[in-house]
């Protein structure tokens, strides 16, 4: 039976991290009877071992709500500012938001952008201060700041509580009065089909995953008509034919149905086993018998996201590199912003050279493999994308693993130490750089500034949020043009350490400049060791080279012979550690006699530590690579 589309409400959670989405949703899930009592536990929609671990959402869930005779849909998102991507894709599949702001911790940077992503969509927002009830909590002041930055008025700000759950049935309330409900003809995704007779039904897919015995399945709003169990499907992007085994809502269980409806968000279980067949943006649509289908034009997707840090991964175990593929193929449908790349390593095997958002996206990521596939994993130094002039056309001389060579203009883009050309073939080197802003008590923002002046930002502006006549927490916006390079690593750690934990960021990729960028060369025993070799700039290379030699000496176990660790730029060495031999007492038998006695056996002892160390193989344990990935 079809659901009148003026019942249906589809609206997302848009917060700074830790400031209490998932909480506030576990309320409006236990208030609407979605879940009984016995089923309900903290953080219901962290679906994954790893969120529930680190208290901290990685993906977008959905829960279908029954509230007074309406649906609502509600579409939980990520925070952090590596998780984005998600956000973008939740705020396309809904018409309203709630923007959550955190009354001990007022508005944030990440809350600024993700309300200009929901304004970008005609989103209705929906104020609430969450966590009133703790004693830590600015009430009037942050209601004065969310006034102030958004305009919004004292009356429309809800006060509310995710803990103890104050304001739900208010919040409830105002997502019914206040939120338009879905209508294609305003939405921001939907292309009418002028060349058809008939308007075609058509659905937006904004997430994906595996199941195990329902293949591919598709998250997708509908946005224009319906669909039916018994009808044949049509995925546009990919051209593929689709025979429907399940359609249903989450609730956030899976809830099977016999037909999904316009405005609804669903899923569709495809029975595919393909995942390369269901793109993340991509258009489903009816089979027509007459063709038609083929000139239905596509919904609006989303503008794939940039990667921003590159590392290679590999597994510990080379026999496991099939079982690392399906994994790494399975959970890139589930988390479309993962690109990879076959390479090989003389020293690691076959691998993949992965791009992600974020060093918190690199490490969420590893970790996931590890845990949910079981696949041990060794992960090289983070990098960035670096472009590079080449002097010359002749790309055999290239290392061969370079995948992205644009002959046109003779560049080429690395990204990984093992990558970099000869110097004698590089012209000029460009990193990428992105537009950093800070938001920052006034009190912090000297030290902010300095930070990022160490970090070879470049300052553009300092402006003020709040009112001078109004009694609050006055917050700077602090701008600065920085390298990606710079941010990638510790940057985020070190602002917060010396902000006491109130500073947020946010940044965007500008383009590319040029920059003296050199590859560190690690050696263990003379040997290079490309999985730790690294890409910085010159004026950070001895400091880090020396940092990595350092680290590496405490971690690699000492052998029967001497192992020199070094650092090489350019081949020249400029940093050096010596891990120091076991020694047998070769002496410890003899009592007195003559010296020469000795000097004789001290120096067959020599000459043997001298063969073994020709023809001696260094083991280098999981923890070095680990730790050097935490080296700034």
């Known amino acids: 039976m079809a659901i009148d589309t003026s019942l249906i409400r589809n609206f997302c959670i848009i917060a700074h991290i830790d400031h209490g989405k998932s909480t506030l949703a576990d309320r409006l899930i236990e208030f609407t009877g979605a879940l009984s009592r016995r089923e309900i536990k903290d953080r219901v929609l962290d679906t994954l071992e790893l969120e529930q671990e680190r208290g901290i959402t990685i993906k977008l869930q959905t829960a279908r709500l029954h509230y007074k005779g309406f649906i609502l849909n509600l579409i939980d998102t990520p925070g952090h500012v590596d998780f ?138 509908v946005v224009a008509g319906s669909f039916n169990l018994s009808d044949k499907l049509y995925a546009i992007g990919t051209c593929t034919d689709i025979s429907p085994i399940e359609l249903g809502y989450l609730n956030p269980k899976m809830c099977k149905t016999f037909e999904l409806n316009e405005g609804e968000v669903g899923y569709i279980a495809t029975g595919l086993k393909d995942i390369n067949l269901i793109h993340v943006g991509d258009t489903i649509t009816l089979k027509m018998n007459d063709d038609s289908h083929l000139l239905v034009k596509s919904l609006i997707g989303y503008k794939p996201p940039k990667p921003m840090v590159f590392a290679s991964l590999y597994p510990v175990d080379s026999s496991d590199f099939e079982k690392f593929r399906d994994a790494l193929e399975k959970l890139s449908l589930n988390d479309s912003s993962i690109t990879y790349q076959k390479e090989f390593s003389q020293a690691l095997g076959t691998g993949y050279v992965c791009g992600f958002l974020g060093l918190l996206h690199l490490e969420i990521t590893q970790e996931r ?91 553009i502006s300092l402006s003020y949020l709040s009112n001078k006549n109004i009694v609050l927490r006055r917050h700077a916006i602090l701008k600065f043009n920085m390298p990606m390079i710079e941010i990638m690593i ?16 946010e940044y965007a990729f500008t383009g590319f400049r040029k920059s003296e960028i050199v590859k560190v060369t690690i050696l263990v025993n003379s040997q290079p060791a490309e999985a730790l070799s690294f890409l910085t700039h010159k004026v950070n290379a001895q400091k880090k080279g020396r940092e990595v030699v350092e680290k590496l000496k405490e971690l690699i176990p000492r052998q029967m012979f001497k192992v020199p660790i070094q650092a090489a730029v350019e081949n020249q060495i400029v940093a050096r550690e010596t891990i120091n031999p076991y020694r047998k007492d070769v002496l410890a038998k003899l009592y007195g006699g003559d010296v020469t006695r000795k000097l004789k056996l001290l120096e067959k002892q020599k000459k043997g530590k001298k063969k073994m160390k020709l023809v001696g193989n260094v083991e280098i344990p999981k923890e070095a690579f680990l730790a050097v990935l935490k080296i700034d």
């Open 84 to 221: 984005s991507y998600e956000v973008s894709r939740s705020v396309a599949a809904s018409e309203g938001a709630l923007l959550l702001v955190d009354a001990t911790q007022g508005v944030q940077a990440q809350t600024l952008s993700t309300v200009y992503k929901a304004m970008e969509y005609d989103l209705k927002i929906i104020p609430v201060l969450n966590k009133v009830d703790m004693d830590t909590a600015d009430v009037e002041g942050t209601k004065e700041e969310m006034m102030e930055i958004f305009g919004f008025s004292q009356s429309e700000i809800i006060l509310a509580s995710g803990k103890t759950g104050l304001g739900v049935d208010k919040i409830l309330d105002t997502i019914i009065k206040e939120i338009p409900p879905p209508d294609k003809n305003k939405s921001k995704v939907f292309v009418p089909d002028d060349n058809l007779k008939v308007q075609p039904t058509k659905a937006l897919v904004f997430d994906a995953f595996y199941h195990e015995f329902l293949g591919v399945t598709a998250l997708v709003k």
């Open 369 to 459: 493999l590890e845990k949910e596939y079981g696949i041990e994993l060794i992960t090289t130094t983070p990098t960035v994308e670096f472009r590079i002039k080449l002097k010359t056309s002749d790309y055999t001389k290239l290392p061969i693993n370079i995948a992205n060579i644009d002959t046109k203009q003779n560049l080429a883009y690395i990204r990984t130490a093992a990558e970099f050309p000869d110097p004698g073939l590089v012209e000029y080197v460009e990193e990428p750089w992105v537009s950093l802003e800070v938001l920052v008590p006034e009190d912090y923002v000297g030290s902010v500034m300095e930070l990022c002046h160490k970090h070879r930002g470049e300052y």
């Open 490 to 505: 510790s940057f985020f750690d070190k602002l917060k350490s010396i902000t006491n934990g109130y500073a947020s960021m």
